[in-house]
């Protein structure tokens, strides 16, 4: 087999797979992922691997595939990214969401950064190394999810409880979100590597009354209670907790310890980075749906809405109890999705690992912790004991607004960005 140059496919690569659609709007009608796994898995063979393909419903498929390491007495590393995403409106686009086209030095479309950049970069670099002969250091476990965008029913969340021997040996996984460079001033270029992420519960609230003519007076109106405790819950201002993460983000950034009184000014210092790390200051409950009623002059009998919350990690029964308070016991909260927060100590060798990779490609970079406020896959693969952190790393311009272009119009990554996190990722084998 000739050698593979892994920097100068990872760009077709993603390419390629921004143009397969597999659009996911959490209603398990859309295309699915099977075209996305096939395409995967044919590339991992054409490199001697056996890849598998599971399909947890019709076209709803993930691919699996171990890369044997040099000492396989070792616990395995697992490499996670999901093959779905968002739907879009391409109306909205400079470039068509599916085009994957290649302009002012970016790939555009829908999965740029959300995760088919990621993707692409672990494709390159397995297919590199094993087309020169060049083994990890330790197993490598290979998984490209299906339905990460909707909370992993019918990917992770079905793998680690359907098929949990593909992840034999596994301790430790990378995945999204992080490794990606902000620039803050004189603090220079940081890499933010997630190390925890907040939990989710997402809830339908339901209040209940006597129906009856809108005419009338009406003492037991469903919306009106329903639209009181929406108003409670989503102007509650919840407190400010330092979980051990965000601590470590905040010593790592001002280098002096930052008090929960000082915290939200010190994010405000952040820039651009607010937005991310604002979110993980304290739990959120965020109205998100109201419906009642069928006609004007009717009161109904029945009202609803959906709310997001999110949870820092060791503080659910808090979340929980607060919600309960809010709403009053005139309403009930049911799930539609609830999902655990997960946190690891930044520390030991896998975090060694990944900063001494990036300082092989860009010597003044300091990785540092943070919490990621949304949810990945690790969720699922922590139930199997493995810890992980958010890994995908890009050296980005300093202007870009990486984050903005999570689930946003016009998302693209920069080819340089790309090229960068196959170095990056092909140290890291060598030094996890």
């Known amino acids: 087999m000739s050698p593979i140059n892994g920097e100068d496919e990872v760009v077709e690569l993603c390419s390629d797979l921004i143009r397969i659609d597999s659009t996911n709007a959490g209603d398990n009608q859309g295309p699915g992922e099977r075209e996305a796994a096939e395409y995967v898995a044919g590339k991992l063979a054409e490199v001697g691997l056996e890849p598998r393909i599971l399909e947890s419903d019709t076209g709803r498929a993930s691919v699996i ?69 060049r083994r990890p250091s330790r197993d490598v ?6 339905d990460e965008e909707a909370g992993g029913h019918y990917g992770a969340q079905w793998l680690a409880e359907k098929h949990p021997e593909v992840f034999e040996g596994c ?38 009354g006597r129906a009856g003519h809108g005419s009338m007076l009406n003492d037991d109106n469903a919306v009106t209670r329903l639209a009181e405790a929406v108003g409670r819950l ?37 820039g651009p980075l607010a937005r ?18 069928y006609k004007a002059n009717v009161i109904p009998q029945i009202a609803t809405a959906h709310v997001d919350g999110r949870f820092l990690p060791g503080y659910e029964d808090e979340f929980f109890q607060t919600v309960d308070e809010l709403l ?23 975090v060694k690992a990944m900063s001494d990779a990036l300082q092989a490609e860009d010597p003044g970079a300091r990785a540092v912790p943070y919490t990621l406020s949304g949810g990945t896959d690790l969720k699922a693969f ?51």
Not at 141 to 146: D, L, N, S, W
Not at 280 to 290: G, H, K, S
Request: proline residues 5%; negative net charge; aromatic residues 8%.
């Open 234 to 270: 989503g102007r509650h201002e919840w407190p400010v907790r330092l979980t051990p993460t965000v601590q470590a983000f905040f010593e790592e950034v001002f280098e002096v310890e930052v008090k929960a009184e000082d915290a939200e000014a010190a994010v405000a210092a952040l």
């Open 65 to 133: 595939a171990r890369v044997e390491g040099a000492d396989p007495g070792r616990d395995a590393l697992l490499l996670h990214g999901h093959l779905d995403v968002v739907p879009f409106d391409a109306a909205d686009w400079r470039h068509h969401p599916l085009s994957g086209e290649v302009a002012d030095g970016c790939v555009w479309g829908r999965g740029a950064v959300d995760m088919k950049d990621m993707d692409a970069m672990i494709l390159a670099v397995v297919r590199q190394r094993l087309s020169e002969g």
């Open 382 to 432: 922590s139930r199997l004991g493995i810890r992980g952190y958010g890994f995908a790393p890009l050296q980005l311009p300093p202007d870009l607004d990486f984050s903005g272009m999570f689930h946003g119009i016009d998302e693209r990554v920069p080819v340089d960005s790309l090229r960068f996190g196959v170095r990056v990722l092909d140290h890291f084998l060598d030094y996890c």
């Open 328 to 350: 009053g016991p005139d309403v009930t909260r049911e799930f539609v999705y609830h999902d655990v927060a997960v946190e690891t100590a930044f520390k030991g060798p896998l």
């Open 171 to 208: 301790t430790e996984a990378i995945g999204e979100v992080g490794g990606f460079s902000v620039t803050l001033g004189d603090k220079g270029r940081l890499y933010l590597i997630e190390a925890a992420e907040k939990g989710i519960a997402w809830m339908r609230l339901t209040a209940k």
């Open 276 to 293: 991310m790390i604002g979110a993980t200051l304290r739990n959120t409950a965020n109205p998100t749906m109201l419906q009642a009623g």
């Open 141 to 146: 476990v290979i998984a490209f999810t299906a």
